[in-house]
């Protein structure tokens, strides 16, 4: 990683029906789309909507000045990427070893990724405007699908957070508090978390970061709170 550039890696669908686009060393910005060039280009897009989560991660100075796409990977997504339009598998660099400093430099990110959805839920409407993306859910619907899709994560790591736990205050910063000591403690082991699936740490972040971050941007498009004032 250099000062100026971005690093992207290019998960293609089996069928080549879509790409996403990850920027590497940012977890939680990853952008989908049916070919390289316009994943690239949705990516790019979503930069300044980022800016905020790497500000709260007080990386924003270092943000603000990668802004050469670097694309330094393609590799083959699975069924599910073609089908979602959203990364399900591991590039190299997801399966690279981690230092000590790099690995709080990622939860740091997925951290302030939580911060920044806990932001826009606080002000956005509970009625949504409805749509295709997402069923038309509300956003209490949203927020507890993000929750529930988190906590079924975090059993790789050994984690059973009780059903309905996230949806409290002290809740949520217990499981949030032992997701990110759970993974620092399979780093300092150099295990994978889970039986079946093993996913390397970098794409657990990643892929929490990116759920997180996806869901509160939704929220803030379908924000029915100036049509409400």
Known sequence: MT?????????????GKKVVAIAADWPGLERGAKTEVAAIEKLQAYMPRYAPVARLANLGTAFD????????EQYPGTGSTDFWNISFAFSSLDQQEMSDDELERELGLMQACWAFFDEVRGRVSAEMQKGPRGGGRDRD?????????????????????PDGAMLTDEGLKTHR?????????????????????????????????????????EMEDKDLTAQEA
Request: glycine share 4%.
């Open 177 to 217: 508090k032992a997701y990110c000591q759970a993974i620092r403690d399979y780093h300092s082991q150099g295990k994978l978390p889970g039986k079946r699936a093993k996913w390397p740490l970098r794409y657990l972040i990643r892929h929490t970061a990116f759920h997180t971050l996806d869901h509160a941007w």
């Open 65 to 72: 000045a990668a802004q050469n796409i670097d694309v330094v």
């Open 3 to 15: 000062n100026n550039q971005m690093r992207v890696t290019l998960e293609i669908g089996p069928k």
């Open 141 to 161: 619907q949203i927020v507890r699908h993000t929750f529930a899709a988190e906590r079924d994560w975090a059993t790789k790591l050994g984690l059973l957070t």
